[in-house]
Each structure stands twice: as C-alpha cells, then as structure tokens.
T-cell receptor, first 115, second 112 residues
C-alpha cells in the first residue's frame, strides 16, 4: 500500500543551524501539508502546498520556514535558523484531492531536537 | 474559528471492555470531523470521518463515532477493546479551509 515517507526519523541540531526535513508524498497526490506537534501539545497545521505554491500557512510559518517540491517527488520543509522552540515532531501529509472532505495521508514524522 | 477538545489525555480499559474516547468541537461552519490513530513509530492513520452524509460513522477496526450537533460532540467508541487498540487517538475538525485542526490526543491503554 502506498505511504508517505519522511526522513530522517530523528534530527538533532544546534540552535541557529538550518535543517531540511524531507518527505516523499504518495505519488499521485497533488496536495501537500506540514504539521508539527510540540511534546504534550496539539498537532498544529503549518502549511499547505498545491500546484507548486503555498495555498495556506499558519502564524507559526514565519520567514524562518520555507517549503519546496524540488523534483516532483520530494516535498521539503526548511527551517533557516532553528530555535529551541522549534523542537517538535514534524508530520508531512498528502492528499489526492482538496481537503477537508478528502483524506490526508500522514507520514511517520521527523522528531526535531534543537539544542 | 474551529477547534476540538479531547477530554482525557489517558484512558485505560480492560480487554473486552467498551472503549469511549471523547471529542467536542467548535465550528462556525458545518464541520467535517475525523478520528486518526497513531501507533508507536508510525504516522497518523484515518479511522473514520464525518462529512454530513450520516450521523453514525463506521470506521476501521470496529470503531464508530456519532455526530451529535446538539452536543457538539463526535465521540469514538468500540464495543470490545483489543490489545492491538492501544495507541494514541486524535480527533480533528476541518471545513473552513483546507487544513485540519487537531485535539491534544488521547492515549489508550488496554489492560489484559
């Protein structure tokens, strides 16, 4: 069964460093999302992406964040200069059609630890 | 604005007992409601969704949920818990935009 994959599963970085989290969505999907979950808190929406552009972003998704679909298969989230408060589990999701009435398929997540 | 509240961050049941996980929502537009499950080291998997077609929604693994507009609730139930049901369960709401808004999750433990 097709699934969303994410790499790495765990990333440790120093504050101020750049990180790139990678996702491979399901191949025929057109809509892509990033969510994050700080330990003990809610899963929060970060950004949605369609047709090579951001369709919606949350207040969390500031200038430090960017997304890209560089090669038609990968979908990346870049944090330019990490902060301690960026430590969280980051989930990638994809969907074949527009949500919310259609399912978003989630990856297993990347745990980001900022020291 | 939309939000969900999940009552009980940890729920423990005995194997064979009824599972009841609570979710209340707030939405200024007709909501779409979802339950996702997360097993250890795996992604979020859709259990079931409500999209206004029927108020009682049946999902995978014997779970079901009932949409009650008067109570703004979408509680998840399963008549008989199995050890394999131990996981974290997330309620989510959508409808205003493309994004999902999640609750804080409920960790279900199943005792033998």
């Amino acid at each position: 069964e097709p699934e969303v994959t994410q790499t790495p599963s765990h990333q440790v970085t120093q504050m101020g460093q750049e990180v790139i989290l990678r996702c491979v969505p399901i191949s025929n999907h057109l809509y892509f999302y990033w969510y994050r979950q700080i330990l003990g808190q809610k899963v929060e929406f970060l950004v949605s992406f369609y047709n090579n552009e951001i369709s919606e972003k949350s207040e969390i998704f500031d200038d430090q964040f960017s997304v890209e679909r560089p090669d038609g298969s990968n979908f990346t989230l870049k944090i330019r200069s990490t902060k301690l408060e960026d430590s969280a589990m980051y989930f990638c999701a994809s969907g074949v059609e527009r949500s919310p009435n259609n399912e978003q398929f989630f990856g297993p997540g990347t745990r980001l630890t900022v020291l | 604005a939309q939000s969900v509240t999940q009552l009980g961050s940890h729920v423990s049941v005995s194997e064979g007992a009824l599972v009841l996980l609570r979710c209340n929502y707030s939405s200024s537009v007709p909501p779409y409601l979802f339950w996702y499950v997360q097993y250890p080291n795996q992604g979020l998997q859709l259990l079931l969704k409500y999209t206004s077609a029927a108020t009682l929604v049946k999902g995978i693994n014997g779970f079901e949920a009932e949409f009650k507009k008067s109570e703004t609730s979408f509680h998840l139930t399963k008549p008989s818990a199995h050890m394999s049901d131990a996981a974290e369960y997330f309620c989510a709401v959508g409808g205003a935009t493309n994004k999902l808004i999640f609750g804080t999750g409920t960790l279900l433990a199943v005792q033998p």
